[in-house]
């Protein structure tokens, strides 16, 4: 230890009680009388102070020093605090960190000693108590009382006048390796009498009685945790080994030693990984400051608000989404909630709330931050959008209104009237995405005009250690985060044959009087190829009833072990393909097991059916409370068999024409109907990009061949005949699970009962068979036109 | 005139080297967890002092014949941009240091699934043995859904 280190606890130390003065200030702002807290801001300055002037930091120390005479002063009642004072104080914080920056680069305190800022601190005080010099005599007296527990050092310079070089000197000796106490090594130089030292350790004992909750904690580097962690591992591996040793010596008092050093390794591997774990808190703590700042410099009024502050996150992702939710939080403030004199005007409260949430969800960390302010404007989003070249207008309009607020993560897009110092400052939300993303999470944002805005922020578990079930199935072990657990059901052998039926080939449980389908993840997961059906098992069968997004299902496992804590490692890139996982984690005995992804699991499964596009069918995020009203749909099957379907509305009637009275003209169907000829589009013609694969498909229908299934259309006042393989079904659904379309002439896919069915898209189709070789489109229409 | 380290190992009988400054350790088989629906190549998952590393068969990941079911294969552990990866051996050999100038290009004939993961040969005295792009050997194909979801997003 050196001098150097001497300073970088002092620096530690310092970021940290600035970080709590933030905190406090923000807080006494809204509470002036808050003695307590007032006492604590105080306490901190002083403490800052006492230490530079320890080291020699003179320029910090003025500069603290003002600031604690303003605070005195505000301690003592002579003062109460308004938002000047805070900002001059909230400055004076400011001014501190950036000369500890220094001190931490450079050694020194810088050149600047901020003189305004004294100025306006000074200034701040009234007149009389400027005046007054009992400022520091009452200074004094404060520091009796609300001192924290001094070093002994510093007490002896107070009062038995020893210099700093002296203490420094004995500090330097002590840690070099004296064993002696600081205040033998101080007699030993001479520096002081034996008597003073034993008074100041008796005011040092006096103090120290407040300070008992810090002695609780210490400050371990994170490199060292890092090589404990590595140390545990080796340390499970070496034993693993012992582990077969034993287990081919038939020793039963090594084998007895053996098990218990496995017991121990685990749980010191467990705990080892415990301490990289933080609160969400630690870094939500500057939020408060950020707010105020940012609400102050637009006129604002803002109360934040948390929930989950306690909600633990790997040390490494913590830090890695600090600056993606600060951004978050800014752009709440600026953008999202409205002036005041707005809000009145809207009806609302002139404060705004800003509600940051943290919780564990699915086996994931979910941050919220939520805005009670005018919420996104659709319509100017799309328009943006067409602006700036990323959709048509056709392709804009056809967006639905998730995809347009997720149009903000674009680069460069951005709706803000006006380009504001905190938005102005390159980093968009295109940022905070691909930050989110780099550590495997996702952003998505709701919003309701008027309303507010939600955006929503998931991390997954990496590292994270969460409660999972553990099971078995064909002998490998398998983890399902607890989340998603609903309850375990067991059906004894013989109640297999009864408790397990069949819906059309799909296994189902009547539990409590619902159905619920059944997933076998042997099945599933490819196990046991073509093994045994389901309800044919003699054996017992152990169903976990899982809850995936807003639907249940039971997955049949072989055996249920235990529940446990297990520490998430995420997949890499090779196996990043896998839906079906969402991690891994090392058991207890060493060996690996996979954590299932229950949603993927689902999917998979085809419980839940829905291609995740990380762009615009995030799950899980439809919880906004207008559900889209119920269409009615006519189901068929188009070319290759592929599910489809379009509204009823776009339907004019259905009709069968025997292929002898398919007529052509040019390369294009015709065929006589209701007196007017009315053409056909082929739907395997039109969605064919390719012409040169036509090959065959040119030509009247061959002869023989069953009757044409046709769907009139009537769009825009002209009847067009489409030609599909199947009618099969008209439906009602809310078709509100959307995914990208795959290929042309479709809209999208949406789950319409429960099954991904491709919803067409009739005006590109019109367009698209206007451009078939065959009659031209008008000559077409002409003909239908007649029909009317 | 330079030399370079390699870490060499045997797959079929040819063989291979990585350098030497990318492998973290070589260690004797291991258990391993399979993980279903995963990559062919990828064998599974094994526990490395509680850091979990993907086991890439490299017999299969370099479309040569499958080992022997009775064989079991070394792990030669090396340090890839996104962690650590084992790729699974036949055998383990010396770790030898060549001169540049006896490198050579694979030839032009080396089939196209194998040919980027291949950067050349260095012309031993008695051998050839095989240069290994680590990072290429680690990289998986995506399964064809992904990457047509990757193409539509513009990704």
């Given at each position: 230890?050196?001098?150097?280190?001497?300073v970088k606890?002092f620096l530690v130390e310092s970021y940290e009680n600035l970080d709590r003065l933030d905190r406090?200030l923000v807080?006494?702002?809204?509470?002036?009388?808050?003695?307590?807290?007032?006492?604590?801001v105080?306490?901190t300055i002083?403490t800052i102070k006492?230490t530079c002037g320890?080291l020699g930091f003179s320029k910090l120390e003025k500069v603290a020093h003002v600031g604690e005479?303003l605070?005195?002063?505000?301690?003592?009642?002579?003062?109460?605090?308004?938002?000047?004072?805070t900002t001059a104080l909230l400055g004076m914080v400011d001014a501190v960190r950036q000369m500890l920056k220094e001190i931490e680069s450079t050694g020194q305190d810088g050149e600047v000693d901020y003189p305004e800022l004294r100025e306006t601190l000074?200034?701040?005080?009234?007149?009389?108590?400027?005046?007054?010099?009992?400022?520091?005599?009452?200074?004094?007296?404060?520091?009796?009382?609300?001192?924290?527990?001094?070093?002994?050092?510093?007490?002896?310079?107070?009062?038995?006048?020893?210099?700093?070089?002296?203490?420094?000197?004995?500090?330097?000796?002590?840690?070099?390796?004296?064993?002696?106490?600081?205040?033998?090594?101080?007699?030993?130089?001479?520096?002081?009498?034996?008597?003073?030292?034993?008074?100041?350790?008796?005011?040092?004992?006096?103090?120290?009685?407040?300070?008992?909750?810090?002695?609780?904690?210490?400050?371990?580097?994170?490199?060292?945790?890092?090589?404990?962690?590595?140390?545990?591992?080796?340390?499970?591996?070496?034993?693993?080994?012992?582990?077969?040793?034993?287990?081919?010596?038939?020793?039963?008092?090594?084998?007895?030693?053996?098990?218990?050093?496995?017991?121990?390794?685990?749980?010191?591997?467990?705990?080892?990984?415990?301490?990289?774990?933080?609160?969400?808190?630690?870094?939500?703590?500057q939020?408060?400051r950020t707010?105020r700042d940012?609400?102050?410099g637009?006129?604002?009024?803002?109360?934040?608000?948390?929930?989950?502050?306690?909600?633990?996150?790997?040390?490494?992702?913590?830090?890695?989404?600090?600056d993606?939710?600060t951004?978050?939080?800014?752009?709440?403030?600026?953008?999202?909630?409205?002036?005041?004199?707005?809000?009145?005007?809207?009806?609302?409260?002139?404060?705004?709330?800003?509600?940051?949430?943290?919780?564990?969800?699915?086996?994931?960390?979910?941050?919220?931050?939520?805005?009670?302010?005018?919420?996104?404007?659709?319509?100017?989003?799309?328009?943006?959008?067409?602006?700036?070249?990323?959709?048509?207008?056709?392709?804009?309009?056809?967006?639905?209104?998730?995809?347009?607020?997720?149009?903000?993560?674009?680069?460069?897009?951005?709706?803000?009237?006006?380009?504001?110092n905190?938005?102005?400052r390159?980093?968009?939300?295109?940022?905070?995405?691909?930050?989110?993303?780099?550590?495997?999470?996702?952003?998505?944002?709701?919003?309701?005009?008027?309303?507010?805005?939600?955006?929503?922020?998931?991390?997954?578990?990496?590292?994270?250690?969460?409660?999972?079930?553990?099971?078995?199935?064909?002998?490998?072990?398998?983890?399902?985060?607890?989340?998603?657990?609903?309850?375990?059901?067991?059906?004894?052998?013989?109640?297999?044959?009864?408790?397990?039926?069949?819906?059309?080939?799909?296994?189902?449980?009547?539990?409590?009087?619902?159905?619920?389908?059944?997933?076998?993840?042997?099945?599933?997961?490819?196990?046991?190829?073509?093994?045994?059906?389901?309800?044919?098992?003699?054996?017992?069968?152990?169903?976990?009833?899982?809850?995936?997004?807003?639907?249940?299902?039971?997955?049949?496992?072989?055996?249920?072990?235990?529940?446990?804590?297990?520490?998430?490692?995420?997949?890499?890139?090779?196996?990043?393909?896998?839906?079906?996982?969402?991690?891994?984690?090392?058991?207890?005995?060493?060996?690996?097991?996979?954590?299932?992804?229950?949603?993927?699991?689902?999917?998979?499964?085809?419980?839940?059916?829905?291609?995740?596009?990380?762009?615009?069918?995030?799950?899980?995020?439809?919880?906004?409370?207008?559900?889209?009203?119920?269409?009615?749909?006519?189901?068929?099957?188009?070319?290759?068999?592929?599910?489809?379907?379009?509204?009823?509305?776009?339907?004019?009637?259905?009709?069968?024409?025997?292929?002898?009275?398919?007529?052509?003209?040019?390369?294009?169907?015709?065929?006589?109907?209701?007196?007017?000829?009315?053409?056909?589009?082929?739907?395997?013609?039109?969605?064919?990009?390719?012409?040169?694969?036509?090959?065959?498909?040119?030509?009247?229908?061959?002869?023989?061949?069953?009757?044409?299934?046709?769907?009139?259309?009537?769009?825009?006042?002209?009847?067009?005949?489409?030609?599909?393989?199947?009618?099969?079904?008209?439906?009602?659904?809310?078709?509100?699970?959307?995914?990208?379309?795959?290929?042309?002439?479709?809209?999208?896919?949406?789950?319409?009962?429960?099954?991904?069915?491709?919803?067409?898209?009739?005006?590109?189709?019109?367009?698209?068979?206007?451009?078939?070789?065959?009659?031209?489109?008008?000559?077409?229409?002409?003909?239908?036109?007649?029909?009317? | 005139?330079?030399?370079?380290?390699?870490?060499?190992?045997?797959?079929?009988?040819?063989?291979?080297?990585?350098?030497?400054?990318?492998?973290?350790?070589?260690?004797?088989?291991?258990?391993?967890?399979?993980?279903?629906?995963?990559?062919?190549?990828?064998?599974?998952?094994?526990?490395?002092?509680?850091?979990?590393?993907?086991?890439?068969?490299?017999?299969?990941?370099?479309?040569?014949?499958?080992?022997?079911?009775?064989?079991?294969?070394?792990?030669?552990?090396?340090?890839?941009?996104?962690?650590?990866?084992?790729?699974?051996?036949?055998?383990?050999?010396?770790?030898?240091?060549?001169?540049?100038?006896?490198?050579?290009?694979?030839?032009?004939?080396?089939?196209?699934?194998?040919?980027?993961?291949?950067?050349?040969?260095?012309?031993?005295?008695?051998?050839?043995?095989?240069?290994?792009?680590?990072?290429?050997?680690?990289?998986?194909?995506?399964?064809?859904?992904?990457?047509?979801?990757?193409?539509?997003?513009?990704?």
């Amino acid at each position: 230890m050196s001098d150097s280190d001497i300073v970088k606890d002092f620096l530690v130390e310092s970021y940290e009680n600035l970080d709590r003065l933030d905190r406090d200030l923000v807080g006494l702002e809204k509470n002036p009388k808050d003695k307590e807290a007032l006492a604590g801001v105080f306490r901190t300055i002083h403490t800052i102070k006492g230490t530079c002037g320890f080291l020699g930091f003179s320029k910090l120390e003025k500069v603290a020093h003002v600031g604690e005479n303003l605070l005195a002063h505000l301690r003592e009642g002579q003062l109460t605090l308004n938002p000047a004072i805070t900002t001059a104080l909230l400055g004076m914080v400011d001014a501190v960190r950036q000369m500890l920056k220094e001190i931490e680069s450079t050694g020194q305190d810088g050149e600047v000693d901020y003189p305004e800022l004294r100025e306006t601190l000074t200034h701040l005080l009234s007149p009389e108590a400027a005046a007054s010099n009992t400022a520091a005599g009452k200074l004094e007296a404060a520091l009796q009382a609300a001192a924290p527990p001094m070093s002994l050092g510093a007490i002896l310079m107070q009062q038995a006048g020893v210099t700093p070089e002296e203490i420094l000197l004995a500090v330097k000796k002590q840690r070099e390796g004296d064993p002696r106490l600081m205040g033998d090594i101080l007699v030993e130089q001479h520096a002081v009498r034996p008597a003073d030292v034993a008074d100041a350790l008796q005011i040092q004992r006096t103090s120290r009685g407040q300070a008992a909750a810090s002695d609780s904690t210490i400050r371990v580097d994170v490199g060292l945790l890092d090589k404990l962690m590595t140390l545990v591992g080796e340390l499970v591996l070496a034993h693993n080994q012992l582990l077969q040793i034993s287990n081919s010596v038939e020793d039963a008092g090594l084998q007895a030693v053996s098990q218990r050093m496995n017991l121990i390794a685990t749980e010191l591997q467990e705990e080892v990984m415990k301490t990289r774990m933080q609160p969400i808190g630690n870094i939500w703590g500057q939020f408060p400051r950020t707010v105020r700042d940012v609400a102050l410099g637009c006129g604002k009024q803002v109360n934040i608000e948390m929930e989950g502050k306690e909600t633990e996150l790997d040390k490494t992702i913590i830090e890695a989404i600090k600056d993606p939710l600060t951004h978050l939080v800014r752009n709440s403030v600026d953008h999202g909630i409205e002036l005041p004199e707005d809000r009145v005007k809207a009806g609302k409260d002139p404060t705004g709330r800003l509600i940051l949430r943290a919780f564990h969800e699915g086996g994931r960390v979910n941050i919220e931050i939520s805005d009670d302010g005018a919420g996104l404007n659709v319509e100017r989003l799309r328009q943006k959008a067409v602006e700036r070249g990323v959709t048509s207008v056709e392709q804009a309009a056809r967006l639905t209104e998730r995809e347009t607020f997720n149009l903000i993560f674009l680069p460069g897009f951005s709706t803000a009237q006006k380009i504001t110092n905190v938005s102005g400052r390159g980093v968009g939300m295109d940022v905070v995405k691909t930050n989110v993303e780099k550590i495997g999470g996702t952003v998505d944002v709701q919003s309701t005009a008027g309303r507010g805005t939600t955006v929503r922020v998931k991390i997954p578990l990496t590292l994270a250690i969460i409660p999972a079930l553990v099971v078995t199935c064909d002998g490998d072990r398998y983890a399902i985060p607890q989340v998603s657990l609903l309850e375990l059901v067991r059906l004894e052998a013989d109640q297999v044959r009864t408790g397990i039926e069949m819906v059309h080939g799909v296994p189902v449980h009547r539990l409590r009087g619902r159905l619920l389908p059944l997933v076998y993840l042997s099945r599933e997961l490819r196990l046991r190829e073509g093994s045994g059906q389901s309800g044919k098992s003699d054996k017992a069968v152990n169903i976990v009833v899982l809850q995936a997004d807003d639907r249940q299902f039971g997955l049949v496992v072989d055996t249920i072990n235990d529940t446990e804590e297990i520490v998430v490692k995420p997949l890499r890139k090779q196996l990043k393909t896998v839906k079906t996982f969402a991690g891994s984690s090392v058991m207890g005995d060493g060996k690996v097991a996979l954590i299932l992804d229950v949603l993927g699991l689902a999917q998979r499964a085809g419980v839940v059916t829905e291609t995740r596009d990380r762009a615009f069918a995030e799950k899980g995020t439809e919880a906004l409370d207008k559900a889209p009203q119920k269409q009615t749909f006519l189901l068929f099957a188009g070319p290759g068999d592929a599910r489809m379907a379009i509204p009823l509305d776009a339907l004019a009637r259905l009709e069968e024409f025997p292929v002898e009275q398919v007529e052509m003209s040019g390369s294009q169907w015709v065929t006589q109907y209701r007196g007017q000829i009315l053409p056909l589009i082929r739907l395997n013609v039109v969605m064919e990009k390719r012409r040169h694969k036509l090959q065959g498909l040119q030509g009247a229908p061959a002869p023989g061949s069953g009757p044409l299934q046709v769907l009139v259309l009537n769009q825009d006042g002209h009847a067009v005949g489409l030609v599909v393989e199947r009618i099969l079904d008209i439906v009602e659904d809310r078709a509100d699970v959307k995914s990208a379309a795959t290929r042309p002439s479709v809209l999208y896919s949406v789950l319409i009962g429960d099954r991904v069915t491709e919803l067409l898209d009739i005006p590109a189709i019109l367009k698209s068979a206007a451009t078939v070789p065959g009659p031209q489109r008008d000559s077409a229409m002409h003909a239908a036109r007649g029909a009317h | 005139m330079p030399t370079l380290q390699y870490c060499t190992f045997y797959l079929d009988r040819l063989l291979f080297g990585v350098e030497l400054k990318g492998v973290q350790e070589v260690i004797r088989s291991l258990e391993m967890t399979r993980v279903p629906l995963a990559p062919t190549v990828v064998s599974g998952l094994i526990n490395l002092r509680g850091q979990i590393v993907t086991a890439v068969d490299l017999r299969r990941r370099l479309e040569l014949e499958a080992r022997p079911p009775d064989a079991l294969p070394m792990n030669v552990v090396v340090r890839s941009e996104d962690g650590a990866v084992s790729f699974l051996v036949d055998e383990i050999g010396d770790v030898v240091e060549v001169e540049e100038s006896t490198f050579e290009p694979a030839p032009e004939m080396l089939c196209a699934g194998v040919r980027g993961m291949i950067l050349g040969v260095h012309k031993l005295q008695v051998r050839l043995m095989h240069v290994l792009d680590t990072e290429k050997a680690c990289q998986m194909m995506e399964p064809a859904e992904v990457a047509v979801a990757r193409n539509k997003l513009g990704a």
